[in-house]
């Protein structure tokens, strides 16, 4: 079956700029979380949804947010990005938490 | 909230030797237990889990129990390969709570 798809792959965006990033979960999982990956920060909790509804945040800004729709993709949003916002940003979807997730290969965002 | 500790990298080895990288966690539940890999440019993907007290999860090769008395899984593996070469997470996670990474321990295998 298809694993979760994230795009774009690649994103260059210049500061002040927003951007949305997207991710399609396996089907059948309702739960997706995001997560941004630096390389000083290491792995760090967006938030998570689950039918539409956030379940969990972050301590992220409010410049980032999310959204999930009935099929259960989903996206992320970020609004006047910032240097520090560059990373790889990973969206995992899951069917129940026992299960564990599966990550998409995600989406590297470089603000300039 | 939960917390991760896990060993500093980079592990050096060479192949066939033995691995293992710990990680002991902080929980104020009883959470499930995960390793997760993550390759060169790639997202990360789950090697193994353990639910319960005193399950072994397993996969590959790579082997994890469940140390509920010491709050640690660490991670072992008998004989490694060049192609383990990568990043490994450790992460807890209650019900349906964020997963909780560890820094990752960057593990090199030389031939």
């Known amino acids: 079956k298809a694993g979760v798809t994230q795009t774009p792959r690649y994103l260059i965006k210049t500061r002040g700029q927003q951007v949305t990033l997207s991710c399609s979960p396996i089907?059948?999982?309702?739960?997706v979380s995001w997560y941004q990956q630096t390389p000083g920060q290491g792995l760090q909790f967006l938030f998570e949804y689950f039918s539409e509804t956030q379940r969990n945040k972050g301590n992220f800004p409010g410049r980032f947010s999310g959204r999930q729709f009935s099929n259960s993709r989903s996206e992320m949003n970020v609004s006047t990005l910032e240097l520090g916002d560059s990373a790889l940003y990973l969206c995992?979807?899951?069917?129940?938490?026992?299960?564990?997730?599966?990550f998409g290969s995600g989406t590297r965002l470089t603000v300039v | 909230g939960n917390s991760v500790t896990q060993m500093e990298g980079p592990v050096t080895l060479s192949e066939e030797a033995f691995l293992t990288i710990n990680c002991t966690y902080t929980a104020t539940g009883y959470p499930s237990l995960f390793w997760y890999v993550q390759y060169p440019g790639e997202g990360l993907q789950l090697l193994l889990k353990?639910?319960?007290?005193?399950d072994k999860g397993s996969n590959k090769g790579f082997e994890a129990t469940y140390r509920k008395e010491t709050t640690s899984f660490h991670l072992e593996k008998g004989s490694v390969q060049v192609s383990d070469s990568a990043v490994y997470f450790c992460?807890?996670?209650?019900?349906?709570?964020?997963?909780?990474f560890g820094t990752g321990t960057r593990l090199l295998v030389s031939p």
């Open positions: 992460a807890p996670q209650e019900g349906f709570q964020k997963l909780v």
């Open positions: 353990a639910t319960k007290a005193d």
């Open positions: 995992a979807s899951s069917l129940e938490p026992t299960d564990g997730y599966t």
């Open positions: 089907s059948g999982h309702r739960s």
